[in-house]
């Protein structure tokens, strides 16, 4: 017979992966059921590379582009939202296919919901406006400003775009500078000018 | 309970905690609590700690923490245990079951222990803990740890032979 202390350190290398994982997806569902769920995210494959997406109750809270670090977003939306957060690309079924029908060129606006916690204020009513912008259509930093009530603060307009927690779905590629430069872009210029010429913006 | 500290680390999201942890708990509850109350126990830990998250103001040692739960949840099955008489389905693969009809047996022993002692016993074998950390987790100094451990053995070995 095995010592006591032998066998007992057989334990420490028997396998529960599987059944560790199968516990934590029953568990999931139970904190779904009970509303403990705040924040789900998903990762998308797209043209431009990864994207991650995340939503709240209210829908979608942001969508990162490739090359941010996708641990520090998470991290940061921890931070402002919820912790509670969970993995769950089946959750963001509907959003996904809509982003993979935009990129195919099969769709022209966006049918999901959006919460804008992320942003405040003057950048808010920024970015209000341009959800606004219709497919095919820029507009300018300038015009933005306008519209959020302040037509001298271009600036300001072009920094609440360039902080766009929802890019893509809220289409601050459509916006450019006053005298038809590109501007910037958070998921890099190729990606803007490839949108635009996409939505048949820009030859 | 893990001790304050000055330095704050927030807890990262939830997934990335569940990740890092559910095997640690499984561990601990398949050597703590019967067999069919492993699964349970396991949900329980997890929502609760699920409900605390949001308060949480240090992320420094989350897995002591879980740890401290699972124990605190398990107690609760393992008492309410002997008061229910529940019908048995499929009971959940454990660590213990192997070809070894022993590692059975001993495990079985194992659950009679004292909560401590048992704990204790989970924690330094099935999870490989220090003792400094099952201290923090049955909470008690590290040298009752340590003898917490030793009683046990003690124990085992004489109902073993």
Redesign the interface.
Known sequence: ??A??E??????R????????Q??A???K??EK?N?VD?V?ARVDSPFGELLVASTPKGVVQLSLHGYDQNET??E???KV??????SPKRLDAVRKQLDEYFEGKRRSFDVGLDWQLSHGFALRVLKATARIPYGAVSSYREMAQKAGNVRATRAAGNALGGNAIPVIVPCHRVLRTGGGLGGYGGGLPMKEALLQMEGAIL | MPRARSTHVRPPPFQAFLDGHREEVYRFLTGFVAPHDVDDAFQETFLSALRAYPGLRNGTNLKSWVLTIAYRKAMDSHRGRVRRAMPVDDLPEQPSRSSHAEDHALWDLVRALPDKQRAAIVQRYANGLPYKEIAQIIECSEEAARQNVREGLKKLKGMMT
Do not use: Q
């Open positions: 017979m095995a006591v202390d066998i007992l350190s057989r334990a420490r028997a396998p529960v992966g599987e059944a560790a994982a516990g934590a029953r568990f999931v139970a904190a009970e403990l924040v995210f998470l991290e939306l921890a931070r919820s912790p509670r957060m969970f993995e």
